[in-house]
């Protein structure tokens, strides 16, 4: 009886204190870090920015139009009448090519053969989503895209390397609604 009132006596004394929250090992980022990582993004995109203005600048022959999606585009073959573009959900069919700044081919129109896609309903290069509702059926166009358009800071984990900008020309041969 002596043990069972001691026992209860000390559940009570211990059951009434209060929970103390366990503070975290590391702590909070502090936001210094963060501000340093966005400028040093703005400083990489001004850099490609700064390599595909002179691209364009030394391109005498095209005339370059830089859409607001951030990329820039020239037409190889334009189509004039008032011929239908992609919109979400239609399935294009189209051949493309990407090359680095300097028209070294990294993957050809060969190699990628003709693709199927459906306008922003699957996972392709960003800025060729975005472009390739621009387009018309017979006509093509080359894109400049900056990393970001492309394939980001990760590259492609093969040929395209990391904040790569490419170019790619593309022919949009067909779209069904």
């Known amino acids: 009886m002596k043990y069972s009132f001691l026992f209860l ?9 209060k929970i103390q929250p366990r503070r975290p090992i ?21 850099i490609e920015e700064n390599k595909i203005l002179e691209l364009i600048k030394n391109d005498s022959l095209n005339n ?11 037409y190889i073959n334009k189509v004039e009448d008032s011929s239908k573009t992609p919109h979400k959900g239609d399935e294009v069919y189209l051949e493309y090519n990407i090359t680095d700044l ?14 199927k896609y ?5 996972d392709f290069i960003s800025g060729l989503q975005k472009g390739i509702k621009l387009m018309k059926i017979g006509e093509t166009i080359t894109f400049v895209l900056p990393s970001y358009n492309a394939y980001g800071i990760t590259g492609d984990n093969n040929k395209i390397g990391l904040n790569q900008s490419i170019k790619s020309t593309v022919t949009l041969i067909n779209i069904n609604k």
Not at 64 to 70: K, V
């Open 118 to 122: 459906i306008v922003d309903k699957e």
């Open 102 to 115: 300097k028209d070294s081919i990294i993957y050809s129109k060969k190699e990628l053969g003709i693709k």
């Open 26 to 46: 590391n702590p909070k980022p502090s936001t210094t870090l963060y501000f340093e990582a966005i400028q040093q993004n703005k400083r990489l995109n001004k």
């Open 9 to 17: 006596l000390l559940l009570l004394g211990f059951s009434c204190s």
């Open 64 to 74: 370059y139009i830089q859409s607001p999606q951030g990329f820039w585009y020239t």
